[in-house]
């Protein structure tokens, strides 16, 4: 018997976005230039995250713009933003990071 597929949560994605705009480090979350970088749900989007595959919800993209003002350690601040999300959703098996922007 096949297990059920993960979908991700507009709700969740939500928690998750706020987890990571809140770590030090991360000044917000990066959206693109034209609002492409998101995940689109039902009436809504939730920027700066983004599927790896359009059939896995399990594996992500955080497109992340740094805070240079606190001084990052961009490996240290990339570790952070991986374990705060597996955190938040224990479903998620990947967690890219891209450090999209400075402020």
Known sequence: M?????????ATAK??????AALPGV???FGGD??????????????GLRFLSPKDDTQIA???VVDFNAS??????AEKIRSTAFAQ???LT??????ADAA
Not at 15 to 20: D, K, N, Y
């Open 72 to 77: 990052p350690d961009l490996k240290e601040l």
């Open 89 to 91: 959703c224990r479903d």
């Open 62 to 64: 955080a497109h992340i």
């Open 27 to 29: 000044h917000s979350l």
């Open 34 to 47: 034209h609002g492409e970088i998101a995940l689109l749900f039902p009436g809504e989007r939730v920027r």
């Open 94 to 99: 990947r967690v890219n990071v891209v450090f």
């Open 2 to 10: 096949a297990s059920a597929r993960f979908e991700l949560s507009a």
């Open 15 to 20: 928690q998750l976005a706020e987890a990571l």
